[in-house]
């Protein structure tokens, strides 16, 4: 296709336009309302006990859910790309689902099987457990709002790979383990961090379902989303943007990290 | 090793891969199995090595059963038709990673797997490599580093399949012959598949070939040359002129319309064809040279019938000079060697 100057230079400007005006600045004025009553309100809100537990659960939270969802990311992309199986493109599907359904729905999802008056509830609480209005519950649904990440990043990598360098190694007398460890993982690492990336900031920043489930008990089950929500609805300005300003932080870092992964995944697969 | 095949049948779904397939394969030989896509000579290499299970049959190695080892228990070497080398790997790794991999107790040392890959190295002419990834090397080299791979653990049996498929024509005559030399020299039992005729002829001790999922024919390459058992064999293993005639008393003689009885077909090759100015006697057939071209000392004539079916004829230079021919030219066509087939399946 013959370039046209003119429309090439108009699409550049206005992308750039729209980015900076509805993504950068809104971010950059995150930054300034929080530290708009000086950096003594700025600790003051982020040390506070409260928020520190907000950062806690969410620390937590992520710490459960990626690992698990990188280990079914892995599995989910290995029985599709390396097996032949009926239901393969049902399987596909039922992955994303988590895309196409809202998080709030997931959210009452949980409340209608695990609340003491669900499906499942009367189980659960004969065995003493909770798991609405509480810690689980989080897990459960943040889990499911992120499950597609890793398995949709290592599908086409893992697709594009093929089976003959790992029928290779078993035919070199290599067991399944030191197959995957010395062959596989080197050939999907950067899609499986990229992939590992994407989950956690969404596990960190997941609103919609968490906030169902969780049932909001201070210093118990708030999450940083929905911590900085509760001060903002208490007119805590400063405090809700110094939380919003760490949460946008490691949104920056997340963001670093995958470009870094993108710059490596070019270089190494030249 | 001697590799001994024995009723061995395979099916997709209802797709019949290999139907009842026997082979013996005698211990240090370099065997072709030769045949068209679909013929189902990768199937039985994948099952040899233990990439595709068997269910129906046995397959013995060195008088052993394999069916029931794991594939890494096999002491197989493969080599896959697109290298499969490990991209993130150097040559030297790669080669070394069969070694590398074995339990404890039987892993080489550093020093004496480095001693092995070095040696390997200078096996398959690529020393100073060493430390190259795939990426930096040509076809060729990736080809003969996988060969090396595969030879790194001492394999009782080498299979190959479609070795030098993706390479070049030049770079394929080189490494078949290299490939030869290197059988020569290290005497394993080895297997490889091709659809290349040419190269199972030039190459291997025996060939094997395949159409259908079944055996059609086990022998030396002058051997499946000079006396094909069928005709797709005949056809298969190089350019070939067809004749319609009838088979009375044993004798074929040619006829242009379709026969109701005792209906044959005589197989010419086109180097197995007489060419004469006169009509020397009626067991000649009429034809008008229709195009002349030469590939190398190779001289093609095309002809044309009155029945308007086309003869290949190949000539060298001395009998086409001798004749000087000419297109548009009319002459008299007689086979020097013929085979002839009656078809199994006639219709009356």
Known sequence: MREHKGIKLALIFTMYGYIILFLLVPLLFIFTKALEQGVAVYLAAILDEEARSAIRLTLLVTAITVPLNTLFGISAAWAITKFDFKGKQLLLSLIELPFAVSPVIAGLMFILFFSPSGVLGTVITDFGLRIIFSVPGIVLATMFVTLPFVARELIPVMEAQGRAEEEAAISLGANGFQMFKRVTLPAIKWGLLYGVILCSARAVGEFGAVSIVSGRIRGMTNTMPLHIEILYNEYQFAAAFAVASLMSLLAVITLFIKVWIEHRTHTSTR | MTIEIQNISKKYGNFQALHDINLHIPSGELVALLGPSGSGKTTLLRMIAGLESVEDGIILVDNENV??????????????????????????????????????????????????????????????????????????????????????????????????????????????????????????????????????????????????????????????????????????????????????????????????????????????????????????????????????????????????????????????????????????????????????????
Do not use: C
Request: proline share 4%; glycine share 4%; charged share 25%.
């Open chain 2, 67 to 348: 069916a029931s080892l794991h594939i890494n228990q096999r002491d197989v070497g493969f080599v896959f038709q697109h290298y499969a080398l490990f991209k993130h790997l150097t040559v030297f790794d790669n080669i070394a990673f069969g070694l590398q991999v074995r339990p404890k107790h039987k892993r080489p040392s550093a020093q004496t797997i480095a001693a092995k890959v070095d040696e390997l190295l200078a096996l398959v002419k690529l020393e100073g490599f060493a430390k190259r990834y795939p990426a930096q090397l040509s076809g060729g080299q990736r080809q003969r580093v996988a060969l090396a791979r595969a030879l790194a653990v001492e394999p009782k049996i080498l299979l190959l399949d479609e070795p030098f498929g993706a390479l070049d024509a030049k770079v394929r005559k080189e490494l078949r012959r290299w490939l030869r030399k290197l059988h020569n020299d290290i005497h394993v039992t080895t297997l490889f598949v091709t659809h290349d005729q040419e190269e199972a002829l030039d190459v291997a001790d025996r060939i094997v070939i395949m159409n259908k999922g079944k055996v059609e024919q086990v022998g030396a390459p002058a051997e499946v040359y000079e006396s094909p058992v069928s005709p797709f064999v005949y056809d298969f293993l190089g350019n070939v002129n067809l004749f319609r005639g009838r088979v009375i008393d044993g004798q074929f003689s040619f006829s242009n319309q379709a026969e109701t009885t005792n209906e044959a077909v005589g197989y010419v090759r086109p180097h197995h064809i007489k060419i004469e100015r006169e009509k020397t006697s009626d067991a000649v057939i009429s034809a008008t040279i229709t195009f002349i071209h030469t590939i190398g000392p190779i001289w093609h004539i095309e002809m044309r019938r009155d029945d308007d079916t086309y003869i290949e004829v190949e000539l060298n230079k001395e009998e086409f000079l001798l004749l000087n021919l000419q297109v548009g030219e009319n002459v008299y066509v007689s086979p020097k060697e013929m085979k002839v087939f009656i078809p199994e399946d006639f219709s009356i």
